[in-house]
């Protein structure tokens, strides 16, 4: 008897999941609809990186501090 309790209960679950896949199916694009993104805008490409800042030397003094020196 367990035995047929064990089988329906996969069942259930194999259509549970049927019933999921479904509803994410639904919620996806449908063929045929306009897409919302631009027609011709593919991946662009990164934009160029700015020019590293020069570099101290270290035999100068004190590094420079701001504010009050007291």
Do not use: N, T
């Not at 897409?35 to 990186?49: D, E, F, H």
């Amino acid at each position: 008897m367990l035995d047929v309790v064990y089988l329906v209960a996969i069942l259930a679950l194999f259509a549970l999941v049927a019933l999921i896949a479904q509803g994410v199916e639904k919620l996806g694009p449908q063929p045929g609809a306009p897409s919302a993104r631009i027609p011709g805008r593919g991946a662009q490409p990164p934009a160029a990186a700015p020019a590293p800042a020069p570099e101290r030397s270290s035999r100068s003094a004190a590094p420079e501090r701001g504010g009050d020196s007291a």
